[in-house]
């Protein structure tokens, strides 16, 4: 199995950017495809993005596509998530999310392992 934690979170206004890392070990990183999900207060866990394990497939959220970007580097065993352009809605916990397949879905469901998450708030 692998374990993940997550990093990076933190306060940002409106605009501005940050970026996520998952780091992951137990089993070979490169086995699993990843993905990111969030959970905003009273909210059900919804889906952000996922990278195939290679890195050569990614899919977004209609509402981060073109402001976040997802990518792994499999030599550190760590899993990112490029958030630009952040809006107040962007506010959640983010979790990062491990599947022993080369891709992956947008159902949480479809995931095996997650890390504990990160909180991001985005003031306005």
């Known amino acids: 199995q692998v374990q993940l934690v997550e990093s990076g979170g933190g306060l940002v206004q409106a605009g501005g950017s940050l970026r996520l890392s998952c780091a992951a070990s137990?089993?070979?990183?490169?086995?699993?495809?990843m993905g990111w999900f969030r959970q905003a207060l009273g909210k059900e866990r919804e889906f952000v993005a996922r990278i195939s394990w290679s890195g050569g497939s990614t899919y977004y959220s209609d509402s981060v596509k073109g402001r976040f970007t997802i990518s792994r580097d499999n030599t550190r065993n760590t899993l990112y998530l490029q958030m630009n352009s952040l809006k107040p809605e962007d506010t959640a916990v983010y979790y990062c999310?491990?599947?022993?397949?080369?891709?992956?879905?947008?159902?949480?469901?479809?995931?095996?392992?997650w890390g504990q998450g990160t909180q991001v708030t985005v003031s306005s």
């Open positions: 999310a491990a599947l022993e397949r080369f891709y992956s879905g947008t159902r949480r469901n479809e995931y095996d392992y």
């Open positions: 137990g089993r070979t990183f490169s086995s699993y495809a």
